[in-house]
C-alpha cells in the first residue's frame, strides 16, 4: 500500500525576534516527540512550515567560539546576538528575509539528516531556478547553503532530535545586505552575500517569494502544505 504523502501544517509568525521563534520552534519538537512516544501511528498536523523574518539579529552556532568585543559591536548597531542550538557558524537575519523552519518527523520521509540536508538544498536551488536564477549548494567543506555566482543567497543551519528537524534556511529576498559586511557570514571569507533582488535587478520582497517557495516545498519533499 502506497504511504500517503505527508501533510506539513503552515505557521506564520511574521516579523518576530529570533528567540521568540525558537521558542515556538521548540514546542514544535517537544508536541513530535511526545505525541511519538505515546502512539504508533502519527499526526501529520505536527508536522510545521514555520514561517517568519526577524528583527535584526546575529547568531552564532552551538559550537562557535567568539569574543565579546565582536558581540558588543554588533549589537551597538541595533541588533540583537543570540547563541543558537543549530550547526554552523556566524550569520544575519534581517527583515525582508525568508526565514523557513520546518519541524518535520523524519520518520514520514527518510530518516537520514543527509538526505534531509541534500532536500533542503533542492528546495532552494528550485525557488532560484523559478526566479530564472542558477543556483548551486557548494561540495566544498564549510560552504554550506546556496550560492548563485559565488555568493551566498540563503543560509543553511539546522539540528536533530531523534529524527525530528530544527532549525532550516533564511533567504535574502530585498533584505539589507550591508549588515553582512560586519562579519564573515557563516565563517567564510573570500565571497560576498547576494539576494533574490540583487540578482534579478527587481524587488522581490519575502510576500513575493513565499507561494513559489511553497509549491517548491511540496514538490521537493512530496507532500501538501495544509
Request: hydrophobic fraction near 35%; aromatic fraction near 10%.
Amino acid at each position: 500500500l502506497m504511504k500517503l504523502r505527508p501533510s506539513v501544517k503552515l505557521m506564520h509568525l511574521g516579523l518576530i525576534r529570533y528567540q521568540e521563534a525558537f521558542k515556538v520552534q521548540q514546542q514544535c519538537v517537544k508536541s513530535i516527540i511526545a505525541y511519538r512516544q505515546k502512539h504508533r501511528d502519527f499526526d501529520d498536523s505536527l508536522n510545521k512550515l514555520i514561517i517568519c523574518q526577524h528583527l535584526p539579529v546575529y547568531t552564532v552556532g552551538c559550537n562557535e567560539p567568539y569574543d565579546n568585543c565582536l558581540k558588543e559591536k554588533l549589537e551597538n548597531l541595533g541588533a540583537e546576538f543570540c547563541r543558537s542550538t543549530r550547526g554552523g557558524k556566524i550569520t544575519f537575519h534581517g527583515p525582508e528575509q525568508l526565514v523557513v523552519y520546518p519541524i518535520l518527523s523524519l520518520h514520514r520521509w527518510v530518516k537520514s539528516a543527509r538526505w534531509y540536508v541534500a532536500h533542503l538544498e533542492k528546495l532552494v536551488i528550485s525557488v532560484c531556478k523559478e526566479f530564472n536564477l542558477e543556483a548551486n549548494a557548494d561540495s566544498q567543506i564549510g560552504y554550506t547553503g546556496i550560492w548563485v555566482k559565488g555568493n551566498k543567497i540563503c543560509a543553511l543551519g539546522l539540528s536533530f532530535h531523534r529524527f525530528v528537524t530544527c532549525h532550516g534556511l533564511a533567504l535574502n529576498c530585498c533584505n539589507d545586505l550591508s549588515w553582512f559586511q560586519q562579519i564573515s557570514p557563516c565563517g567564510i571569507t573570500d565571497r560576498g552575500v547576494t539576494s533574490l533582488s540583487l540578482e534579478c535587478n527587481r524587488r522581490i520582497d519575502v510576500q513575493t517569494t513565499l507561494p513559489t517557495l511553497i509549491k517548491c516545498f511540496e514538490n521537493i519533499f512530496e507532500c501538501k502544505v495544509i
